[in-house]
């Protein structure tokens, strides 16, 4: 097997819980720098700013980035620019048209760009798909709530424009239930509740449309205490598929199935190593497209001022 | 020549204003049927309902959709379904994901499917790509600046979700902006101004960047008084392009360039014809794509109430 060197640009909270282990775990990729201006990780190479890695090692062929949103084009269009295959963390960029920008810029240079949604690895993803295959579908329903404080603690960003607040992790749900869906959707009504000191919002309910009358809801919610759900609930004409834990487990007719996979980062990986070996891309910008589609179609609502630590509520 | 049946859908302002007398002109269509609730116009058989029409009149090949974004696309879907070739009023939908449906359903039935974007066929559009096609792009600047009142008087659904407020006339300028720009565009910060009384932007300031360190910058307001101002102003490394009055007037370096183009609704009808004849469609979704990116990146601010008559303000 070749082992290709890669840097991960980024060094917050997801690339400790997740890269950095599944990059480990992988015989496909060595991690050979890290870019964080905070300091990267004990005993690998870190450089300041990406443009200052790219420069100083154009040995390395793959760049992981997991910083935030907004800032991810100017790195991986840079990154693209300089030869490398790209990996980008979701969602693939702060907005629809740099994605189809770096798409074609990763085709005209002849390079990988994996949009990662790591969700449609949850482990019970594949099962998920390929048992609601042919079937027909008569609702679906998406909860997916948690505790802000809990799983973004400080993170600043996903309450500024961009940060899409709690599209952040219901943006995973999106992506979960386009893979494992035999049939499209389409947003046909939104509400968003945007606290009244935050330029994100913190809860979403969606409805959409699919074939023959079929209507979806979700229900996104960061204002959830007392143990996140995250699920989501099929009906067939025969019987009910149900997601929980991300996606993690699957339970058809509440009895829970079987399901053997490697996991999310680990696939994401796998995948990623699969697609520079074939000079092949991936990028899916329908769950983005959703996002977008529902702050534009949309109804905003102001609701109660959100505070990181509910002391300082007056 | 064929002359081709054709059903318009929607009798509305810009039905009365543009479509009728277009479509009167056009030899390759006759006017064979309107769809209204409120009444067709005479001459013309017309019915309630576009499920009503279609039943009645399976010998009419088009359908022209001129109603409001939100009700179009299950009467596009609707006929497309019953075999009609579609023509979609700008914005061809209410969200990102139901146009690329309609996109791939046009491509299943072999029928044609044209989104429309009637800034683009503006008197001096195409001379304005022509003279921009391989020029250096220094900056762009956009002013789009209208008076609600007097363009939209009494149509409450743009201020509804989905009616997109002051970017149903700012997205005209985006859709002439993508065609005349060698370059491609990405939205990188907005702001959009939302009065406190209603569910839509009555203005919006957007960012985008291009190649190169390129910086556009848009600017669409609705309360603009004392006569609109609709136009995009483009420096070169040689020259300043500018189109006013919407496109219909091109000027270099201040002197105006003589133009000569059919007129934007009678250049729409023309080329629907000529799809129709090829087998082919023509959507593209990038005016919308920029609209629904600055929803979900811009900063959403609150502004003084809005009120049709302004004797209403208290």
Same mark, same amino acid.
């Given at each position: 097997?070749?082992?290709?060197?890669?840097?991960?640009?980024?060094?917050?909270?997801?690339?400790?819980?997740?890269?950095?282990?599944?990059?480990?775990?992988?015989?496909?990729?060595?991690?050979?720098?890290?870019?964080?201006?905070?300091?990267?990780?004990?005993?690998?190479?870190?450089?300041?700013?990406?443009?200052?890695?790219?420069?100083?090692?154009?040995?390395?062929?793959?760049?992981?980035?997991?910083?935030?949103?907004?800032?991810?084009? !100017?790195?991986?269009?840079?990154?693209?620019?300089?030869?490398?295959?790209?990996?980008?963390?979701?969602p693939?960029g702060a907005s629809i048209a740099e994605v189809l920008?770096?798409? *074609?810029? !990763?085709?005209?240079?002849?390079?990988?760009?994996?949009?990662?949604?790591?969700?449609?690895?949850?482990?019970?993803?594949?099962?998920?798909?390929?048992?609601?295959?042919?079937?027909?579908?008569?609702?679906?329903?998406?909860?997916?709530?948690?505790?802000?404080?809990?799983?973004?603690?400080?993170?600043?960003?996903?309450?500024?424009?961009g940060?899409l607040?709690?599209f @952040?992790?219901?943006i995973?749900?999106l992506?979960?239930?386009?893979?494992?869906?035999?049939?499209?959707?389409?947003l046909?009504?939104a509400?968003l509740?945007?606290?009244?000191?935050?330029?994100?919002?913190?809860?979403?309910?969606?409805?959409?449309?699919?074939? @023959?009358?079929?209507?979806?809801?979700?229900?996104?919610?960061? *204002?959830?205490?007392?143990?996140?759900?995250?699920?989501?609930?099929?009906?067939?004409?025969?019987?009910?598929?149900?997601?929980?834990?991300?996606? !993690?487990?699957?339970?058809?007719?509440?009895?829970?199935?079987?399901?053997?996979?490697?996991?999310?980062?680990?696939?994401?990986?796998?995948?990623?190593?699969?697609?520079?070996?074939?000079?092949?891309?991936?990028?899916?910008v329908e769950p983005l497209v959703h996002v977008a589609d529902a702050f534009m179609l949309g *109804?905003?609502?102001?609701?109660?001022?959100?505070? @990181?630590?509910?002391?300082?509520?007056?």
């Amino acid at each position: 097997m070749t082992v290709t060197d890669i840097a991960l640009v980024g060094i917050g909270k997801i690339a400790r819980d997740q890269h950095i282990p599944s990059i480990a775990a992988d015989p496909a990729f060595y991690l050979a720098a890290t870019v964080s201006g905070s300091g990267g990780i004990v005993g690998v190479e870190n450089h300041a700013e990406i443009g200052a890695m790219l420069a100083a090692r154009p040995d390395i062929p793959a760049v992981s980035l997991t910083m935030p949103p907004v800032p991810r084009f !100017a790195a991986a269009s840079a990154a693209l620019g300089a030869g490398r295959h790209v990996m980008l963390e979701k969602p693939p960029g702060a907005s629809i048209a740099e994605v189809l920008k770096l798409e *074609r810029q !990763a085709r005209a240079a002849g390079k990988t760009l994996f949009a990662t949604w790591h969700s449609r690895h949850a482990e019970a993803a594949d099962a998920a798909r390929d048992w609601l295959a042919g079937k027909a579908i008569r609702a679906v329903r998406v909860d997916w709530k948690e505790d802000v404080r809990k799983w973004h603690p400080g993170q600043d960003w996903i309450w500024q424009p961009g940060g899409l607040g709690v599209f @952040d992790p219901g943006i995973n749900a999106l992506s979960l239930l386009s893979k494992i869906l035999p049939v499209s959707l389409h947003l046909t009504g939104a509400t968003l509740s945007f606290p009244e000191n935050r330029a994100a919002p913190i809860a979403a309910d969606l409805t959409f449309a699919g074939p @023959d009358g079929l209507r979806a809801e979700a229900v996104f919610d960061w *204002r959830q205490e007392g143990g996140e759900i995250w699920q989501i609930e099929i009906e067939t004409d025969s019987s009910t598929l149900k997601l929980t834990e991300g996606g !993690a487990r699957l339970h058809v007719d509440g009895a829970e199935q079987s399901v053997e996979a490697p996991g999310e980062y680990p696939s994401l990986y796998r995948r990623f190593a699969e697609l520079i070996e074939a000079g092949q891309s991936d990028v899916d910008v329908e769950p983005l497209v959703h996002v977008a589609d529902a702050f534009m179609l949309g *109804r905003h609502i102001a609701v109660a001022a959100f505070h @990181d630590d509910p002391q300082e509520i007056s």
